[in-house]
Each structure stands twice: as structure tokens, then as C-alpha cells.
């Protein structure tokens, strides 16, 4: 945003408190005012919680006072999540970019990046971040691994904030980007991938409406959407993967609660899989499957 607004500290010390009140009217966590204040105005802590700022006389906006207030009362009224309002979310060690045209990274996917880490037995070559979305586990590898992150989505406005996220943390000559279909993109390097990670639509179609509105109705259905029972994208990597894999490449991917066992059947019945792990998430739910091309 190159533009900068100007406003008062005490008015912006009045609309905090308007919209703290307002968030503790509508079941809305008041600490994603601040959050949001730290994103916009470019407060610190300290500042939001000595209200120190109340008697600066200019501070500087990301965007008119009037917009933020019309984004917050979406926020309240039709539950937008507060990282499309900030157009930020924080990721591992990352600012990342994102909009409704992709899903809000979550804290439990930084997890992938650590196993694909632990489990690289070539950390270099080629790696595949299959339904990159915002681009967070492509520059998560990128971080780790000494690899060319190879990622792929369907949606090019997804693509886009991928490319802009690469670019504004130093990773664009580390990662190339390609819309289409999981692998399909990547056909001229059939064989020859070290690893892929994904972390695919896995929601079934019918626990969709069940979701909080925050998810439901703001992030994008092509990127929840797993079909009937919710495993239609990861059955199609089980069974297209190894034909991309070097023999002990790794395949790793994010599930929902009560998937595992069935991944775990699915792995072994393809057959070109040995080594299937499941790994739990923090909260201890089975979160995480990984296998190696055997």
C-alpha cells in the first residue's frame, strides 16, 4: 500500500475503545483489535497497552480510518477474518501476504515444514508444494532446504500473492511457480523430485456448512473442498506421486482429524510406498502423513 492516511492519536485512541466495545458485544476476541492496530498503524505493544499513543499528534494509517472501520464492522457483522482485513498474517518466521483468494495459513501447517526437514533424505534437488495458495509451505522449504521449490495452485490470483510473498521475502530465485493441477505442471520433471508437500483440500463437502462463518463464507471453497468424504485430492496424489518421486523421495501432507487410518490403508495398498508415518499436530491430533517412494 503506497498511500499513507494521517490521523490524530486520540482519535484512533476513540475508535479502538468503540471497537473493543464492539467486540466484546459480538463474541469477537478484542486482542484482534490491537492485532489489527500493530498491521495498520504501525503501533507497538507497549504503545496499544500504555494507550501512550492517545496523545501523539499524528499517526500514519495504511489506509483511510473511515475504510478500517467499514472492514472492522465486516469483521463483526459478516465475519471477516481479521487477516484479509490487515491483508497480513504472521507464518514461522514470516509476514505473509494473503486475501480472500487464498486460505489463511495456519500455525498447525508450520509443522509440515519441520517434518519435511527431519525426513529429506536428498534436503536438495527438487521439491513440490503442491496447492501453494499464499505460498507459505513453498517458502517454508525454501527456508530449510538448500532445494528448488517447485510450486503449484490452480487459482492465479492465488498464484499471484505466491509470486508477491516469494519476491518480498527474498525467496523468487529459489522458487518457481505454475498454475494447473497438482502435478500436471511439473510432467517434464517426472522422477525426478526429492519430495512433495501439500497440504490439499481435505474438509467433505458436507461438513463445509458446519465450519465456522469466518471460514465458510470468506475463504475459497476450491482450496476446503475434498469432496464426499473429504480425501478426493489426497487419493490422486497417493496414486500420481510415485511416478514423481525418486526412489526414497518423501511424500508428506496435512489431513483432518479422523483421516489417518485410512490414509495410512490407502499408502499401503498403492504399494510404491514404504515407511508410512503419521505424525500428530501439537494439539495431538493426527494431522500429518508421510511415506517414502520405496
Not at 496447492?131 to 521449490?149: C, K, R
Not at 467433505?204 to 478426493?232: K, R
Not at 510406498?273 to 493426527?286: F, P, R
Request: glycine letters at 8%; hydrophobic letters at 45%.
Amino acid at each position: 500500500m503506497g498511500e499513507k492516511y494521517l490521523i490524530s492519536g486520540l482519535q484512533l485512541w476513540q475508535w479502538r475503545n468503540t471497537a473493543l466495545q464492539a467486540a466484546g458485544a459480538t463474541d469477537v476476541s478484542p486482542t484482534e483489535v490491537d492485532w489489527l492496530l500493530l498491521e495498520v498503524a504501525g503501533l507497538d505493544r507497549l504503545a496499544l497497552r500504555l494507550e501512550s499513543f492517545k496523545n501523539w499528534p499524528q499517526i500514519q494509517l495504511q489506509l483511510p480510518l473511515q475504510e478500517l472501520d467499514r472492514l472492522w464492522q465486516r469483521r463483526l457483522n459478516d465475519r471477516l477474518p481479521v487477516q484479509y482485513i490487515a491483508g497480513v498474517t504472521p507464518w514461522r518466521n514470516f509476514q505473509i501476504a494473503v486475501s480472500s483468494a487464498v486460505l489463511i495459513p495456519r500455525p498447525e501447517t508450520e509443522l509440515l515444514i519441520d517434518l519435511a526437514l527431519a525426513s529429506a533424505s536428498n534436503a536438495s534437488g527438487n521439491w513440490a508444494d503442491l496447492g501453494t495458495g499464499s505460498g507459505a509451505i513453498a517458502l517454508g522449504l525454501a527456508d530449510v532446504l538448500p532445494a528448488t521449490i517447485h510450486a503449484v495452485d490452480y487459482s492465479l490470483e492465488a498464484l499471484a500473492i505466491a509470486q508477491t510473498n516469494a519476491r518480498n521475502l527474498g525467496f523468487a530465485d529459489r522458487i518457481k511457480f505454475y498454475q494447473g493441477s497438482w502435478w500436471e505442471p511439473l510432467t517434464f520433471l517426472k522422477g525426478q523430485f526429492s519430495g512433495i508437500v501439500s497440504n490439499p483440500p481435505y474438509i467433505p463437502t458436507n461438513t463445509l456448512p458446519t465450519l465456522q462463518p469466518e471460514v465458510v463464507n470468506h475463504e475459497p471453497h476450491l482450496a476446503l473442498d475434498g469432496g464426499s468424504d473429504g480425501l478426493d485430492c489426497i487419493r490422486h496424489l497417493i496414486e500420481i506421486s510415485p511416478s514423481y518421486l525418486q526412489p526414497g523421495g518423501v511424500w508428506l501432507i496435512e489431513m483432518m482429524a479422523g483421516q489417518a487410518d485410512t490414509v495410512r490403508e490407502l499408502l499401503q495398498n498403492q504399494g510404491s510406498y514404504c515407511n508410512i508415518q503419521i505424525h500428530a499436530d501439537l494439539a495431538g491430533i493426527e494431522r500429518f502423513a508421510l511415506a517414502y517412494r520405496s
